[in-house]
Every structure is written in structure tokens, then in C-alpha cells.
């Protein structure tokens, strides 16, 4: 850390600040300037007490971090990209781009399976599809729980497709865990600590969504939970934030992805569907973050769109879907990968 003495201070004011910095377990380096003193405390900041209580100090005008202050999703970390195996079939975050589709809540046994059927011809390897749901209003669909744990867990059997679901409660972290390939942790609760450990500790493979307003920072740190309890399968999810405009539910921040590239070893899934919130943009997002270089998408599939319990304005139709899955071979090539559907 940097800690930045105010101008002219004296000698016993300047040595209880390194005092202080020694107790912390840092060593200080005094650097002085003409008017200025600045002291950089040597020592790991992630391991180590932070220095930033010294800002209430009246002789320090500033401290500031230089390290990050993650360390195990980070890319100094490990210095290839990650990949996680889902099943025999699915590795994400490497050479093969694959994709996970399916309703955004699951509905009854009919909707899943003819959505399912429908994806997995189409070439999509993983169903996604909400059995506890986060909903804005209590009065809204809240998921069929553990009966539609159940329905995925048939569809899963019946075509082959891996699954992916959310886990909203620490209290369902087992049962959810046996039903799923993949524990989706929802935007709503990206800095729920508690869950994130309990998602961590199912040791199924993680997929981490953007928190609505949260920082690049935040998201990354809420990700070194996961890896810090002990499981490394962990898949950051941008599904986009919060602004002030109207013409998206949520604005997709595709920068997302070079950014985790680089900051991070862990792949990136990009959700046009919570994203846009419009079933007429999802192509042109899905195509863009392909050619990005995103690791997966993960896209609301619906049989009747119009009919669905939640979330219809942006879940593609089947048609839709698979004419999307058609035209996204060039984009996937465009970022070195293949197809795992040809
Ligand atoms: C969803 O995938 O249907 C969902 C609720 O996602 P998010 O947590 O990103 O809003
Ligand atoms: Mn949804």
C-alpha cells in the first residue's frame, strides 16, 4: 500500500506512522519529497490487516491499494485459461463452444420436455431452467421447487443434456445439488456470501451472475468465495446492470469479457436474455459475445413465448432458437473455438 503524509509534517508524527505500520506487519519504506512524505508499507495486502484505517490518521491525506485484492480467480494465479467439465459430453472454457437453453422457469413437464427435445436438436448441450425463482413481486410465479428439480432431472435423463438451475436458499444447496451439472447463483444474490459458500461446498460447478449493480471488483471477489471454499469449477455470468436506459430491461455489458479474460482464468458466459430483456435483440448479442470471444451463452427458450409464467418478452421461440444456432458458427470461429453442435 501507499500511504501519503500530509505536507510538512514532522519527524514524531511521520514515525508514529510507520510505527503503525510495522505493528500491521508491513515493512515501511519512507520516500521524501520537497513538501510531501509518501510511505510504501511492503507486505501482502490480502493477507495482511488493511492500512486504510490510517486515513482517519490527521497527518495521512491518503492511502491507496496497489495489489489486487483477489487472488485465487485471478489470472497471476494461474496463467491458462480454466475449463470445467460438466459431464463426459460438456468442458466449458475451452476449444469447443457450447451453449445452454431452455426455459427461464420450468412450468410443467410438458413445456420442459418439448423445450428440451427441441434444444438439444438444435445443438445445445446443457438445459437451463428455473425451479426456485427470484421474483421482483411475491404475487409472481415463485417456481415448482423441488417438483421441477425433478422434471430437469427427467429431461437430463431422457436427451442426454446437461442441467443447469438456481440455488436460492442455503437451505436447498443438497437437494439442488443432486438435481443439477451446474448451480446458477442469481443476480439477486451475487453477494450473498453465505450462499455462495454453500454453493461452493455442493462441489458442483459454479455459474456466477453479475449482481444488478455490482462492480467488476465485487463480482470477482464474490467469485474468490467460490474458489476459496475449496472448488475451482466457478463460470462468471454477465447478465447485465442496471443504468438509466429504458430501451433494455438490463444494459449487457459486453466489455465484460475482455475484462474477465484478462483479469481472470475462470470462462465468461454471456445471457443476452436477462441482458436485453428482448427476445428481438438475443441474436445480435449471442453473435457478438461469440465473436468476442465469450465462453458459453446461456438463452431463454420457450415454447410459446407469449404463454410463458415468467420472463416471456425475452425467451426466444424454438424456431427462433434454432435458426440462432444455425447462423452462429462464423461468430464462434471469429474467436478461435468450434462448435460443439456440428
Ligand atoms: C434467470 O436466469 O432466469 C434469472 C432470474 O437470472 P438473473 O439472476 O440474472 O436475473
Ligand atoms: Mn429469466
Redesign the pocket.
Known sequence: MIVVLKPNISKKDESAVTKEIRKLGYIPHVMRGVERTVIGAIGDERTHHTLETLTAWPQVESVMPVQKRYKLVSRDAHKGNSTVKVNDRVTLGGKKFHVMAGP?SVESEKQLMTTATAVAKAGATILRG?AFK?RTSPYEFQGLGEKGLKMLDKARRETGLAVIT?LLSEDHAEMVGEYTDII?I???NAQNFQLLIAAAKTGKPVLL?RGLSMRIEEWLLAGEYIVANENPNLMFCE?GIRTFETYTRNTLDLSTIPIIKKESHCPIII?PS?GAGRADLVVAMCKGAAAMGADSLLIEVHPNPAEAWS?GAQQLSIEGFAKLMQELEPFVAASGREVAWK
Open positions: 427461464c428455473g427470484p438456481e446458477q442469481g443476480a439477486r451472475k447478465r445471457d436477462q420472463d
